[in-house]
Structure formats: C-alpha cells, structure tokens
C-alpha cells in the first residue's frame, strides 16, 4: 500500500511542491518500501531515531527533522540532517550553528511561525520573525543557512481558519523576503489533512506521513 498511496499522493502535486514522506514511528521496512517506490526525503521528529535510521538506511536520502527539536538533542542529527524545520528561538539556532562547526558542516533550517490559533503549538510570532530577519546579521550564524519558513495550522475543520492561517504564513514570507537581505525559497506547510489548502495558500513543501504510511499507534 506504501507505493500506491505515494505515488497517488505524488501525482497530484504540482512540480514546484517537494514531498517529505514523514516516516516518524514507522519501521524501517516501510522507509524502503517508499525508497524503492522512488522517495529519497523522509522526516523525523525525534532526534535519536533520525540518527539511528539514517546509520542504517542508504545514504542518499535526505533526512528531515520536523518536530519540537531539544537543544540538547542537536548534536545526535547534526551529521546526518539535511534540513531543520522546526527551529521556534534563536537559542536553538545558535546551538544548530555550534553543532554543525564541530562537524564541519553548514546546515539549512527553517524558522517556525506559530500561526494556528492553538497555543499548544511552537515557533516565533509572525512580529517576532519580522523583527528577527531584520536584525539578522548575515555572519552571525556561519554554520546554519536560514533557508525558509514552516508553519502549522490549528487541527480543526473549519477550513476557512486554516486557510487563514496558512495565509497568514505566506504573507509573512513574502513580505521578509521583500523587505530584509534574505532569499528564502522554502514555504514548509501542510500535512494529510490539510496539504491541499497549503499548497493553494503557496506552501512549497508539503509533509506527510499518514496518508503515505498508514496511521500511527
Ligand atoms: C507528524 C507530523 C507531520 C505529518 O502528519 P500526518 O498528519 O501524518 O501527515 C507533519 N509535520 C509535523 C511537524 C509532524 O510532526
């Protein structure tokens, strides 16, 4: 079912939307399974398991952390991942940057907007991410690349509030790609159940695990 459900899943995407399968939970037969039906990006929410898949599994796929990541986690992904998405302070952007020195690698994050009206959800206000890449340095972080943003929406069906939320994150986007010396070409939302809306609203990454690999336990 793996393949079928991805490669349904891949057909109707746009070209411009990169698919991160989030295999979190899932064993790594069911990783496979996906590798061979061609998925090379997979996405991880904890620290430990990131790194002990990506030791096991072949070596051109690209691991993505997607949750709440501890800072004192970061040194068990720092070799192995290709990008950060749920970077919520600039602590845990500063911890990223050491940890990426010390194994001499530069790696791409995303900032976390909060924008779901749910609090239980983690990243900067859309004020504070403003005011964060305008007084962004450009040498302050030389081991991490700020490449995008990543966002949630509230878990609901009211489908207007997520587009609104969803849109709330794309204005947000545009307007520090307009007005600070960023280039940011990474718009990291949606999920199963809402990766439709997303990409209408201009999301560029969509991430998806239970559609693709079943639900979790
Ligand atoms: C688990 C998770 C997903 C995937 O959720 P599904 O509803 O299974 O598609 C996406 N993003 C984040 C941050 C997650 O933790």
Same mark, same amino acid.
């Given at each position: @079912?793996?393949? #079928? ?26 990783? !496979? /399974?996906?590798? #061979? ?6 996405? /991880? ?8 898949? $990506? /030791? $096991? ?36 952007? #500063? ?21 779901? !009206? ?8 859309? #004020? !504070? ?38 849109? &709330? ?8 790609? /307009? ?9 990291? @939302? ?13 999301? &560029? @990454?969509?991430?998806?695990?239970? &559609? ?6």
């Amino acid at each position: @079912m793996i393949k #079928e459900n991805l490669l349904k899943i891949k057909s109707t995407l746009p070209n411009h939307v990169t698919l991160v399968a989030v295999s979190k939970t899932k064993p790594k037969s069911a990783i !496979e /399974e996906a590798y #061979e039906a061609g998925q090379r990006i997979f996405g /991880e929410n904890r620290a430990q398991e990131l790194k002990e898949k $990506a /030791e $096991a599994l072949p070596k051109d796929i690209k691991w993505h952390m997607i949750g709440h990541l501890q800072r004192n986690k970061v040194k068990y992904i720092a070799p192995y991942v290709s990008l950060i998405h749920g970077v919520d302070s600039e602590r845990l952007l #500063e911890q990223i940057d050491k940890e990426a020195q010390k194994v001499n690698r530069k790696i791409p994050i995303l900032i976390q907007v909060h924008i779901a !009206e749910e609090s239980s959800k983690f990243g900067f206000s859309t #004020e !504070e991410v403003k005011t964060f890449f305008q007084s962004l340095d450009s040498n302050q972080y030389p081991n991490v690349e700020i490449v995008g943003m990543m966002g949630m929406a509230t878990f609901t069906d009211d489908q207007q509030q997520i587009i609104r939320e969803f849109s &709330s994150l794309k204005l947000v986007y545009d307007w520090v790609n /307009e007005n600070s010396g960023v280039n940011l070409t990474i718009l990291s @939302m949606g999920m199963s159940g809402d990766y439709k809306i997303a990409i209408d609203q201009g999301s &560029s @990454m969509v991430r998806i695990g239970s &559609s693709i690999f079943g639900s979790r336990i």
